[in-house]
């Protein structure tokens, strides 16, 4: 009971020095390491929800960079300046032309559509399993791509939305980052996210036990798909542009690595590794500047990878929190996981 | 306490020594933002190695405003757009005096309004879309002519010298550059009283155009020409193959086919009619354009790998001349000095700013391939 | 038309037997040890540039070519084997295919760093370019040699796994690894010859693609990798005839799908493929030839 009364205080205070550290950096720091800061947020907001599907569930989804694109589309169209909409995408429909929304209802918007598009996908594609339903969300991602650039008169095709008005600061990452990882930790230390462990671990199992799997399956996605989107929003609002190539196939193996390096399941981990793999990048850039040797940073970054794999394959943290962080109760549940994930031998046949 | 006097002001001279000479040996840093890795990088690369061979060419003649040296920082984006941004705000950081960058739209228009927010110049060494500069702003300014000159002078070509009055366009739907360039193309070439009676598609990083290649055979009635809208990565694929197909109408294209690819990828045997019309650079004699070419094959041990090479020379070649004339490295000088610009001369030919539209009034080659050699047959000069 | 047809099945034949070779090592390796490699891709890129390199070096024969190809090919993928995925062996299957990521990643980029982005012109002997007609269609020599060495590769590769001591290893190892190894059967040998023949068969399809299209350039592995990846799962992940069933019939689509309906469809082209690709699963949600296993990745 003492952790408990620990842990009452810990996350608010937490909470708290992350907000004065965002405000001690926001009048520091320069754009540079401002920018770079917001994007390790917002990559910490797509790990830890695609963790929700890859991590929790055991879904194995490539489709997260789909639902950015739906939300940062979306919300894109929205926030765009009326005078620039009549100059760029003449064709809009006018009720469509007349909007100009601030960001937060964009954002949610944007969101909730990336939810929508998750559900409309998710009810077939989720019966799937494994690789085949990599290969399917794969496919929807790629399949949204064309219809993004052939659909010219809302999306100007390949060349995109730009000059989009700047408005993500590190204030509106940092609320969302807070507000993802208080969902997903929630979630996870709830009922929904032990009946998600369970359906990872167990399928039959679970599904024995009463869970029901198609529901808490698609909860889990179209939840994941919601940050996505939120994400994809704050994304193009920081970049100030969007095109269908912003959102990548090459984007959905990186957040996978990043849910993976953490430990699949572990929210303390997926953050971690996405500050590790943003920061990691932009240090080693200096390295390739000087040498004139471009490509070395990519190659420093995957051996790097490979050993962090080789020496930690379940990643840094496995799928568990740190201790500290966790009451005694929630634990329990925890090792359970991991004992039987061990037991399974997860695909692992050696 | 003499020696203690003595001793200090030893400290200061030295100080002081050091001060002067840091700031008198205090380069000038511009940022070249460029896509090194990743599906771009074939078309980016040869632009920083253009772009610093001129930096050193500078710098072994002297620098600039007193014997500062030019610095390119060379900024790989890895044809991500985060990766841009980001590099745009690292480059302001650094305190670069100008940007330049990118042999594509969509990458310009990521990182050059960033540039645009601080008022600090831009030059895109290789993006031809003409409403660049106005989507931008006054910060905005381009190397290359606009895409609708190339395709003008191209299409012009077409239908005086070739004689074409039937045409197939064969558009990279992919691309804005590629679209761009087949847009303005066909506008010109019905203006003359030309007939366009086929359109196709395909996509970059497409390998197969046999599916385009049979209807362009089926087509009818039969082309005179057909005009190919694609980037490097797939001019010497579809010459090959249409060549290989038994068809021998001419190909025409722009600037996206000024590369070895086109008389390599086919061979001499079927390199044959093919008329693009790019930067006047190309088999020039100018005496800018051989010392370009000679001094690229000293430095990295092959000729410019395509036309964006000495589009990334002249782009800093173009940042150099405009610190010279504003005698400062100060932005909003800087820029005026650049928009200032009349008659540079750079290797891909004469720039100058005084259109409207801010798009540079360059002469445009026309280059024809006979039995794989290239041969300049004619210029074409842009109307205000 | 008919004509047309026929060249645009022909296309499909050539294009599928490079995508089928591609598969097959993907799905072999699949099927031994649930391992989704995406640096197969790359190990196609790899195939191109050897064989890019011996054209160049001198007079060495065609046939002699192929095979150095393949040798090159399966050195390749023991080297990766050896050294990114034995060491993680037993970890969960994501734990394998980020690892491949990763091999990916490394490759490319040397490949950027070593050979720099530029395409290259793939120099291929005057012999394999005459173009020849079959009725109304077209062919270069090339074309026909993808074809007919895909199929023997194929015939030699089934015969391999059906008949022989070896491939009733492989098999037995791909049913049930555990039993595989309490039946005495060497599982490391059987998991670096599923990489070899693997790899091989991916190095001779770089060298096709080298060939038929005649530019190369570090990078043109992600796309035939990919494409196996759908095509092996199309098939079923695992089954080798599956793999070569999937191959070609995404060449037939890919070809088919541009080459009969009206030129403005082209863009939507890769849509189409996976809409095709998650209509087929969604009916048959273990691929046409897969069986049905427990997953769990």
Same mark, same amino acid.
């Given at each position: 009971?003492?952790?408990?009364?620990?842990?009452?205080?810990?996350?608010?205070? !937490?909470?708290?020095?992350?907000?004065?550290?965002?405000?001690?950096?926001?009048?520091?720091?320069?754009?540079?390491?401002?920018?770079?800061?917001?994007?390790?947020?917002?990559?910490?907001?797509?790990?830890?929800?695609?963790?929700?599907?890859?991590?929790?569930?055991?879904?194995?989804?490539?489709?997260?960079?789909?639902?950015?694109?739906?939300?940062?589309?979306?919300?894109? /169209?929205?926030?765009?300046?009326?005078?620039?909409?009549?100059?760029?995408?003449?064709?809009?429909?006018?009720?469509?032309?007349?909007?100009?929304?601030?960001?937060?209802?964009?954002?949610?918007?944007?969101?909730?559509?990336?939810?929508?598009?998750?559900?409309?996908?998710?009810?077939?594609?989720?019966?799937?399993?494994?690789?085949?339903?990599?290969?399917?969300?794969?496919?929807?991602? /790629?399949?949204?791509?064309?219809?993004?650039?052939?659909?010219?008169?809302?999306?100007?095709?390949?060349?995109?939305?730009?000059?989009?008005?700047?408005?993500?600061?590190?204030?509106?990452?940092?609320?969302?980052?807070? /507000?993802?990882?208080?969902?997903?930790?929630?979630?996870?230390?709830?009922?929904?996210?032990?009946?998600?462990?369970? /359906?990872?671990?167990?399928?039959?199992?679970?599904?024995?036990?009463?869970?029901?799997?198609?529901?808490?399956?698609?909860?889990?996605?179209?939840?994941?798909?919601?940050?996505?989107?939120?994400?994809?929003?704050?994304?193009?609002?920081?970049?100030?542009?969007?095109?269908?190539?912003?959102?990548?196939?090459?984007?959905?193996?990186?957040?996978?690595?990043?849910?993976?390096?953490?430990?699949?399941?572990?929210?303390?981990?997926?953050?971690?590794?996405? !500050?590790?793999?943003?920061?990691?990048?932009?240090?080693?850039?200096?390295?390739?500047?000087?040498?004139?040797?471009?490509?070395?940073?990519?190659?420093?970054?995957?051996?790097?990878?490979?050993?962090?794999?080789?020496?930690?394959?379940?990643?840094?943290?496995?799928t568990q929190e740190p201790a500290f962080l966790v009451k005694q109760r929630q634990r329990v549940s925890g090792e359970v996981g991991r004992s039987l994930s061990y037991q399974n031998g997860?695909?692992?046949?050696? | =306490?003499?020696?203690?006097?003595?001793?200090?002001?030893?400290?200061?001279?030295?100080?002081?020594?050091?001060?002067?000479?840091?700031?008198?040996?205090?380069?000038?840093?511009?940022?070249?933002?460029?896509?090194? *890795?990743?599906?771009?990088?074939?078309?980016?690369?040869?632009?920083?190695?253009?772009?610093?061979?001129?930096?050193?060419?500078?710098?072994?003649?002297?620098?600039?405003?007193?014997?500062?040296?030019?610095?390119?920082?060379?900024?790989?984006?890895?044809?991500?757009?985060?990766?841009?941004?980001?590099?745009?705000?690292?480059?302001?950081?650094?305190?670069?005096?100008?940007?330049?960058?990118?042999?594509?739209?969509?990458?310009? =228009?990521?990182?050059?309004?960033?540039?645009?927010?601080?008022?600090?110049?831009?030059?895109?060494?290789?993006?031809?879309?003409?409403?660049?500069?106005?989507?931008?702003?006054?910060?905005?300014?381009?190397?290359?002519?606009?895409?609708?000159?190339?395709?003008?002078?191209?299409?012009?070509?077409?239908?005086?010298?070739?004689?074409?009055?039937?045409?197939?366009?064969?558009?990279?739907?992919?691309?804005?550059?590629?679209?761009?360039?087949?847009?303005?193309?066909?506008?010109?070439?019905?203006?003359?009283?030309?007939?366009?009676?086929?359109?196709?598609?395909?996509? =970059?990083?497409?390998?197969?155009?046999?599916?385009?290649?049979?209807?362009?055979?089926?087509?009818?009635?039969?082309?005179?020409?057909?005009?190919?809208?694609?980037?490097?990565?797939?001019?010497?694929? *579809?010459?090959?193959?249409?060549?290989?197909?038994?068809?021998?109408?001419?190909?025409?294209?722009?600037?996206?086919?000024?590369?070895?690819?086109?008389?390599?990828?086919?061979?001499?045997?079927?390199?044959?009619?093919?008329?693009?019309?790019?930067?006047?650079?190309?088999?020039?004699?100018?005496?800018?354009?051989?010392?370009?070419?000679?001094?690229?094959?000293?430095?990295?041990?092959?000729?410019?790998?395509?036309?964006?090479?000495?589009?990334?020379?002249?782009?800093?070649?173009?940042?150099?001349?405009?610190?010279?004339?504003?005698?400062?490295?100060?932005?909003?000088?800087?820029?005026?000095?650049?928009?200032?610009?009349?008659?540079?001369?750079?290797?891909?030919?004469?720039?100058?700013?005084?259109?409207?539209?801010?798009?540079?009034?360059?002469?445009?080659?026309?280059?024809?391939?006979?039995?794989?050699?290239?041969?300049?047959?004619?210029?074409?000069?842009?109307?205000? | 038309?008919?004509?047309?047809?026929?060249?645009?099945?022909?296309?499909?034949?050539?294009?599928?037997?490079?995508?089928?070779?591609?598969?097959i090592g993907f799905t072999m390796i699949y099927g031994i040890i649930r391992l989704i490699n995406f640096a197969h891709g790359d190990i196609v890129m790899i195939g191109a540039f050897v064989?890019?390199?011996?054209?160049?070096?001198?007079?060495?024969?065609?046939?002699?070519?192929?095979?150095?190809?393949?040798?090159?090919?399966?050195?390749?993928?023991?080297?990766?084997?050896?050294?990114?995925?034995?060491?993680?062996?037993?970890?969960?299957?994501?734990?394998?295919?980020?690892?491949?990521?990763?091999?990916?990643?490394?490759?490319?980029?040397?490949?950027?760093?070593?050979?720099?982005?530029?395409?290259?012109?793939?120099?291929?002997?005057?012999?394999?370019?005459?173009?020849?007609?079959?009725?109304?269609?077209?062919?270069?020599?090339?074309?026909?040699?993808?074809?007919?060495?895909?199929?023997?590769?194929?015939?030699?590769?089934?015969?391999?796994?059906?008949?022989?001591?070896?491939?009733?290893?492989?098999?037995?190892?791909?049913?049930?690894?555990?039993?595989?190894?309490?039946?005495?059967?060497?599982?490391?040998?059987?998991?670096?010859?599923?990489?070899?023949?693997?790899?091989?068969?991916?190095?001779?399809?770089?060298?096709?693609?080298?060939?038929?299209?005649?530019?190369?350039?570090?990078?043109?592995?992600?796309?035939?990798?990919?494409?196996?990846?759908?095509?092996?799962?199309?098939?079923?992940?695992?089954?080798?005839?599956?793999?070569?069933?999937?191959?070609?019939?995404?060449?037939?689509?890919?070809?088919?799908?541009?080459?009969?309906?009206?030129?403005?469809?082209?863009?939507?082209?890769?849509?189409?493929?996976?809409?095709?690709?998650?209509?087929?699963?969604?009916?048959?949600?273990?691929?046409?030839?897969?069986?049905?296993?427990?997953?769990?990745?």
């Amino acid at each position: 009971m003492m952790g408990w009364n620990r842990l009452k205080w810990f996350f608010p205070m !937490l909470i708290l020095a992350g907000a004065i550290l965002v405000f001690i950096l926001r009048s520091s720091v320069n754009d540079y390491i401002l920018s770079i800061i917001c994007f390790a947020g917002i990559n910490i907001i797509l790990a830890v929800s695609l963790n929700l599907t890859n991590g929790f569930t055991g879904l194995f989804s490539l489709g997260h960079p789909a639902f950015m694109a739906v939300g940062g589309y979306v919300a894109a /169209i929205l926030t765009f300046p009326v005078t620039r909409k009549a100059m760029l995408l003449p064709a809009l429909p006018s009720w469509l032309a007349a909007q100009q929304w601030s960001l937060l209802p964009a954002l949610i918007l944007g969101g909730l559509c990336a939810t929508l598009a998750a559900f409309l996908i998710g009810f077939p594609v989720l019966r799937l399993k494994g690789h085949y339903l990599a290969v399917a969300t794969l496919g929807f991602l /790629i399949i949204l791509q064309v219809l993004i650039t052939n659909l010219e008169s809302f999306t100007r095709g390949p060349l995109g939305l730009n000059g989009l008005p700047l408005l993500t600061n590190l204030w509106w990452v940092y609320l969302w980052v807070v /507000i993802t990882i208080y969902v997903c930790w929630k979630v996870k230390h709830s009922s929904l996210g032990r009946s998600m462990l369970a /359906i990872r671990e167990n399928e039959m199992a679970a599904e024995c036990l009463g869970i029901p799997l198609s529901r808490t399956r698609i909860m889990a996605f179209a939840l994941g798909a919601f940050f996505a989107g939120v994400a994809g929003c704050l994304w193009a609002h920081l970049v100030t542009a969007i095109t269908p190539t912003s959102f990548s196939v090459i984007m959905a193996f990186h957040l996978v690595v990043m849910v993976v390096v953490g430990g699949s399941g572990s929210i303390t981990g997926a953050t971690i590794a996405a !500050l590790m793999l943003t920061s990691v990048v932009e240090i080693l850039s200096p390295l390739e500047e000087n040498l004139g040797a471009y490509g070395i940073s990519e190659i420093i970054i995957s051996i790097g990878l490979l050993l962090i794999l080789i020496y930690r394959p379940r990643g840094i943290f496995g799928t568990q929190e740190p201790a500290f962080l966790v009451k005694q109760r929630q634990r329990v549940s925890g090792e359970v996981g991991r004992s039987l994930s061990y037991q399974n031998g997860k695909g692992g046949t050696s | =306490m003499k020696r203690g006097l003595f001793g200090i002001f030893t400290i200061l001279a030295i100080v002081g020594c050091f001060a002067i000479a840091s700031l008198a040996a205090e380069p000038i840093k511009l940022g070249a933002l460029y896509n090194l *890795t990743g599906g771009m990088s074939s078309i980016d690369a040869p632009a920083l190695n253009g772009a610093k061979l001129k930096a050193k060419l500078i710098n072994e003649a002297g620098g600039l405003l007193g014997g500062r040296m030019l610095e390119v920082i060379g900024i790989n984006t890895k044809t991500d757009q985060k990766a841009t941004a980001i590099g745009a705000k690292k480059a302001l950081a650094m305190g670069v005096v100008a940007g330049l960058g990118y042999g594509d739209t969509t990458f310009v =228009m990521a990182s050059a309004p960033l540039f645009q927010r601080k008022g600090v110049p831009f030059v895109t060494s290789g993006a031809t879309h003409p409403e660049i500069p106005k989507w931008v702003g006054d910060c905005m300014f381009m190397t290359p002519f606009g895409d609708d000159d190339q395709s003008f002078a191209i299409a012009d070509y077409t239908y005086n010298k070739l004689k074409a009055r039937k045409v197939v366009v064969w558009t990279d739907n992919s691309m804005d550059f590629t679209k761009a360039l087949s847009k303005f193309f066909k506008q010109r070439f019905t203006e003359l009283g030309g007939k366009l009676i086929l359109e196709d598609f395909f996509m =970059m990083g497409d390998k197969d155009f046999s599916a385009q290649i049979a209807r362009l055979k089926a087509a009818s009635p039969k082309a005179d020409a057909v005009f190919i809208s694609a980037i490097p990565n797939e001019a010497g694929l *579809t010459v090959k193959q249409i060549r290989e197909a038994g068809l021998t109408l001419p190909i025409v294209s722009g600037d996206g086919f000024d590369t070895e690819l086109v008389t390599t990828v086919p061979g001499p045997r079927l390199a044959n009619d093919v008329y693009f019309s790019t930067h006047t650079y190309r088999e020039d004699t100018r005496p800018e354009v051989v010392a370009f070419i000679k001094a690229y094959e000293k430095e990295y041990g092959r000729p410019p790998e395509n036309a964006f090479a000495p589009l990334g020379f002249d782009a800093v070649g173009l940042i150099a001349d405009a610190i010279k004339r504003a005698g400062t490295t100060e932005k909003s000088a800087l820029r005026k000095a650049l928009a200032a610009t009349r008659g540079y001369k750079a290797v891909t030919g004469e720039i100058s700013y005084t259109r409207p539209s801010g798009v540079p009034m360059k002469a445009v080659s026309i280059i024809g391939v006979k039995n794989a050699k290239y041969k300049v047959l004619d210029t074409w000069f842009p109307k205000q | 038309m008919v004509g047309y047809i026929a060249q645009q099945l022909v296309n499909g034949l050539i294009l599928g037997s490079m995508y089928a070779l591609v598969a097959i090592g993907f799905t072999m390796i699949y099927g031994i040890i649930r391992l989704i490699n995406f640096a197969h891709g790359d190990i196609v890129m790899i195939g191109a540039f050897v064989t890019l390199g011996l054209v160049i070096s001198g007079q060495i024969p065609f046939p002699v070519i192929i095979i150095l190809v393949i040798l090159a090919g399966a050195l390749m993928g023991i080297i990766i084997e050896r050294a990114a995925f034995r060491p993680m062996r037993g970890a969960p299957q994501v734990t394998g295919f980020i690892t491949s990521l990763a091999v990916s990643i490394l490759l490319q980029n040397l490949g950027i760093l070593l050979l720099t982005a530029q395409p290259r012109n793939f120099f291929c002997p005057d012999y394999l370019q005459t173009v020849f007609n079959l009725g109304s269609v077209s062919l270069r020599t090339i074309d026909l040699a993808i074809v007919v060495i895909a199929v023997v590769l194929m015939v030699f590769l089934v015969l391999l796994v059906r008949f022989t001591r070896l491939g009733m290893a492989m098999r037995a190892t791909a049913e049930n690894l555990k039993v595989a190894l309490l039946m005495g059967i060497n599982i490391n040998r059987i998991i670096m010859l599923a990489f070899a023949i693997g790899s091989g068969l991916a190095g001779v399809a770089g060298m096709m693609w080298g060939a038929r299209y005649g530019q190369i350039d570090p990078l043109l592995g992600f796309v035939p990798g990919l494409k196996a990846f759908v095509a092996a799962v199309i098939g079923g992940v695992g089954s080798i005839p599956g793999a070569m069933l999937g191959g070609y019939l995404l060449g037939f689509a890919e070809v088919l799908f541009v080459g009969l309906l009206p030129p403005i469809y082209s863009s939507y082209r890769d849509a189409f493929v996976f809409i095709i690709l998650i209509l087929i699963l969604l009916v048959l949600p273990t691929g046409l030839l897969g069986r049905k296993m427990e997953e769990g990745v």
